[in-house]
């Protein structure tokens, strides 16, 4: 009896071994947004070497902060996708970003949906919850909507569209929130960019939770990838500057 105990004990590891091994290839080297952007802005087909670089999950009052100075530093805009908990937070920099020229979004209230909204009563209120922190603090009604880990059902996005958002996901992920190295994200990105893209970046929390957590490779990245796209004739816009090159201007007033 004991024997067989441990064969099955054994099996049983090495499933959750496996498990554990492929999911994290899955993270690490798929992005999972590929299985909803029907219907969304992910990309948008331009004659000019324009990327729009976007940041999830903040304001944080030192990530923020950082990435605002590169920003400032380098000339560039960018789009920020805001957490209405963290908008409540730090007010100050949610402020910021928008007062230096930067586009916002909304992201949810505080990103705790998994993988889908299981009733669409709490995502319009995620939504509208969110609405109205941003425009209380900054005075924009933005009318970009980005998903917690992009996961979307059809009806989702109908209810979205309805509340008169445009749903922006991306066409590159950085996989900062996994990659720890700013020289693998910056080959990567280098490697796979195309004009039109929308990358995706976090400037706030890590790998488990959306506040705190170590940014500075993010940071380097961002500056690192500026200055190699600049070298090369690249120029950066906002989602808004994005969708107005191809006659889509409807976000940001």
Known sequence: MLPSIMRTLRLV??????????GAVFIIFFDQAVFVRRGTIYRE???EKVVALTF???PSPVWTSKILDVLKEADVRATFFML????????DVARR??????????????HRVL????????????????????????????????PPKAWMTAREKKLIRSMGYEIV????????????????????????????????????????????????????AVMRLIERLK???????????????????????
């Open 84 to 91: 209405g908990e963290h908008v409540e937070k730090y007010p």
């Open 45 to 47: 087909e331009v004659g």
């Open 56 to 58: 999830d999950d903040g």
């Open 169 to 220: 996901l991306w066409s590159l992920n950085s996989k900062d929130w996994v990659t720890f190295d700013d020289k693998y994200m910056i080959k990567y990105l280098m490697h796979h960019v195309r004009p039109g893209d929308i990358i995706l970046f976090h400037d706030s929390g890590g790998a488990f939770s959306t506040e705190g957590g170590d940014r500075d490779e993010t940071v380097l």
């Open 231 to 253: 070298e090369k004739g690249w120029k950066f816009v906002t989602v808004t500057e994005l969708l107005s090159m191809t006659g889509q201007n409807r976000g940001n007033p």
């Open 13 to 22: 590891l090495l499933l959750a071994i496996l498990v554990v091994f492929f």
């Open 97 to 110: 970003v928008v007062a230096e020229g930067h586009d916002i979004g909304n992201h949810t209230y505080d």
């Open 115 to 146: 993988l889908t909204y299981f009733n669409v009563r709490k995502l319009e209120n995620e939504i509208r919850r969110t609405e109205g922190i941003i425009q209380k603090v900054t005075g924009v009604t933005t009318r970009y909507f980005r």
